[in-house]
């Protein structure tokens, strides 16, 4: 079992910027994939981006390209989204979700653990 925990959430003006953190409860992220999710409001959960755990290859959803960054840091504790250039379209609850397989996969059903979640709010 692995409790994640998401944080960094909250309101911010379009055009800003929040850095979102995932971390499991009790162990490191370092041999799982990651990935971020989000799902707005009355709208199914899709992907965002992921960071594979074998060589920190990563993946994004064609609309967040360029504007937001995943990352881990070195001890592979804590995954991060850094998300700038915000749009009222990224308003969502944002989750952590964590496999074991290397593969970026954008499909929930393939991630075997994931967070509460963390309300992002972005105002036009």
């Known amino acids: 079992q692995v409790q994640l925990v998401e944080s960094g959430g909250g309101l911010v003006q379009a055009g800003g910027s929040l850095r979102l953190s995932c971390a499991a409860s009790?162990?490191?992220?370092?041999?799982?994939?990651t990935a971020w999710f989000r799902q707005p409001p009355g709208k199914e959960r899709e992907f965002v981006a992921a960071i594979s755990w074998s060589d920190a290859s990563t993946n994004y959803v064609g609309s967040v390209k360029g504007r937001f960054t995943i990352s881990r840091d070195n001890a592979g504790n804590t995954v991060s989204l850094h998300m700038n250039s915000l749009k009222p379209e990224d308003t969502a609850v944002y989750y952590c979700a964590v496999r074991s397989g290397t593969y970026t996969t954008t499909m929930p059903s393939h991630y075997a653990y994931w967070g509460q979640g963390t309300q992002v709010t972005v105002s036009s």
């Open positions: 009790g162990r490191t992220l370092s041999t799982y994939t």
